[in-house]
């Protein structure tokens, strides 16, 4: 990236930001005590929500640039804005320099991750860090939620999803078969609260000290046990390691455990909600068998080894 003498980042390739932008950015790294003039942008994986993301280096200060473009999450960006400002503040997520709402862009620090799972596969702090895993997830959930945030309901969401496939190829039977199921036992729980609703693994950072919650395009107002769902899935945790997460997270929300078969109903909505994401993303009907096929575990051993983004793979 060559800078220019007025403090405007220009990166390679050249169109890889907006003039408006880059200016903007420079003098927002100038204020921050960094040299505009030394900073190198690195893409990062953008996800499914079509974001520009950029780990930028300047001086000796590392920050993350998020570009939002505008044919992307039109009805959500600013509904993103202010749930990030909000966990922003309780120190849930990284904290954000500047934030430009009408050019679709934000700043955030950036987070040196040590590795959820390498900590999870490690016997000497796997129950710490489930722990603190438990207790930053009832720091969100009794986090109040920014006047005017979205409801959202990873169910809805999920069959919208499925609808759309359904306009390019018929549904594998299990599929609606599984659909139909998880509308049934869907939870009409009147308990609502400020959840992130897309904790898999690639959006936990951990460094070493602290659990740090990223990506918040879905989040929203919504049943907190979807959240505890998704990690114990995603996760895999045996009955003693879900325990040890459960006993965090409930003595942070000062609450009992719930019924295994709230958990359940849970869990099956949580997979209903990741298989609907993963199969809109076919152009065509799945094959079962296929060779190549990875398993949740060996997923989690990719994801380890930097082989595997399930933002973008």
């Known amino acids: ?53 950029y780990l930028v280096t300047a001086s000796d200060q590392k920050f993350v640039l998020r570009i939002q473009p505008p044919d992307r999450l039109t009805s959500h960006w600013e509904n993103l804005v202010t749930v990030q400002r909000q966990v922003a503040r309780a120190g849930l997520t990284p904290r954000l320099r500047h934030v430009d709402v009408p050019a679709r862009w934000l700043l955030a620090d950036h987070v040196d991750d040590a590795s959820l799972l390498g900590a999870l596969r490690d016997p000497t702090r796997s129950a710490i860090t489930l722990a603190s895993l438990g207790e930053q ?10 006047r005017g945030t979205q409801t959202r309901s990873p169910t809805d969401h999920s069959s919208e999803l499925l609808e759309e496939t359904k306009t390019r190829f018929a549904l594998p039977e299990l599929a609606v078969a599984i659909s139909d199921d998880v509308r049934r036992r869907a939870s009409k729980s009147s308990e609502a609260r400020l959840c992130h609703h897309d904790l898999n693994p690639t959006n936990i950072l951990y460094d070493g ?3 740090w ?12 046990w979807f959240d505890v769902a998704t990690l114990i899935n995603w996760l895999l945790l045996d009955q003693s390691r879900r325990e040890t997460l459960l006993r965090a997270y409930c003595g942070g929300r000062q609450i009992d455990f719930p019924s295994e078969e709230r958990l359940n109903d849970a869990r099956r909505v ?42 973008s793979d």
Do not use: K
């Open 270 to 311: 949580a997979y209903f909600a990741y298989g609907s994401t993963f199969l809109s993303m076919c152009t065509a009907p799945p094959t079962g068998g296929a060779p190549s096929a990875l398993g949740l575990a060996e997923c989690h051993l990719a994801i380890g080894r930097g082989e595997l983004d399930i933002g």
């Open 213 to 224: 919650f990223v990506d918040w395009e879905t989040a929203g107002i919504g049943d907190p």
């Open 209 to 211: 000290q602290q659990i």
């Open 1 to 53: 990236m060559t800078p220019s003498p007025t403090n405007q980042i220009e990166a390679a390739p050249a169109d890889c930001l907006p003039t408006a932008i880059a200016a903007q950015l420079g003098s927002t790294l100038e204020r921050l005590g960094a040299n505009a003039d030394s900073a190198r942008l690195s893409p990062l994986h953008s996800g499914r929500s079509g974001a520009l993301t």
């Open 137 to 146: 997830l009832a720091q969100l959930h009794g986090t109040a939620p920014p």
